[in-house]
């Protein structure tokens, strides 16, 4: 009889076949191996898709790649898909520019709870070092230690605090922290049951808060969020967005405006069960 999966992993990505590589690279270290991968692929080129076979022949992880046509920046559409296409009933949602640390997946189960979102972030390393990491890296874990980023010109700073391995300092901070638990697309996981209750992502949203939105919704359909942030540990990997714009973003305020002023809990614009 086959085992259940314990999560979902699902990685959006679009044209960062280098990055992605690495992400998936952290992902066989994992010390919780018992998972799935969903690459939310946003309509990369095959660059990204050979990335894909070859980490799927290195590895017999279940991992399947869900991609759509380009058509601009429709990232709410291809998460919804992926939503639909997971196969365990705990989901986490992260991005292909973030590498994980090896404890991340576990953090998060072990972590979990009934109604309730886990919201993490990530640690943002500079060009200079994202250029330079390498699987050896990864492996060797070295790209979340703060004395061999440090040397490597990482600039000193309170949010190197967000590596660290002490489980009693991280959740110290948790509590701490002023920054407020959210839906942050980079690093957040929930049952699968508490996105689909809430109809998923809003389909007309693009770059710029449409991860915050589907959170706001969820938390008006009674579920509360949990500051995980010193403690579901991933590193971002630079990058530019060139898919930021003003007139995208001012309908993304529109919308997010409307779900909190009507306390609305689903949208007619996402997943249709």
């Not at 690495?22 to 080129?45: C, K, M, P, R, W």
């Not at 072990?110 to 890296?137: D, R, W």
Request: aromatic share 10%.
């Amino acid at each position: 009889m086959q085992i259940p999966l314990k999560a979902t992993v699902i990685i959006s990505t679009y044209n960062q076949p280098d990055w992605l590589k690495l992400v998936l690279h952290s992902y066989t270290l994992q010390t919780e191996g018992n998972f799935e991968i969903i690459i939310a692929d946003d309509g990369s080129d095959e660059s990204t898709n050979t990335v894909i076979h070859e980490f799927s022949k290195s590895y017999k992880m279940p991992i399947n790649h869900i991609w759509q046509e380009d058509n601009g920046f429709q990232k709410t559409k291809i998460l919804n898909k992926a939503i639909l296409a997971s196969q365990s009933d705990y989901l986490i949602f992260t991005d292909g520019d973030c590498i994980a640390r090896k404890d991340f997946v576990e953090t998060h189960l072990t972590l979990k709870k009934s109604k309730h979102v886990l919201s993490g972030g990530y640690f943002k390393l500079t060009e200079k070092i994202s250029n330079a990491i390498t699987p050896e890296i990864v492996t060797k874990q070295k790209c979340f230690d703060k004395i061999w980023l440090l040397a490597k010109g990482q600039p000193k700073s309170f949010k190197l605090n967000k590596l660290t391995r002490s489980k009693f300092k991280a959740k110290l901070l948790n509590t701490l922290t002023p920054t407020k638990a959210t839906f942050d697309g980079m690093n957040v996981s929930c049952f699968k049951e508490d996105v689909l209750a809430v109809k998923g992502f809003d389909e007309r949203m693009q770059y710029g808060g449409e991860d915050r939105e589907i959170g706001e919704r969820m938390m008006n359909n009674g579920i509360t969020f949990l500051q995980v942030r010193y403690s579901a540990i991933c590193v971002h990997l630079h990058h530019e967005r060139p898919y930021k714009n003003e007139e995208a973003e001012s309908l993304n305020r529109k919308i997010r405006k409307s779900t909190k002023n009507n306390r609305k809990t689903y949208t007619n614009f996402g997943i249709k069960t």
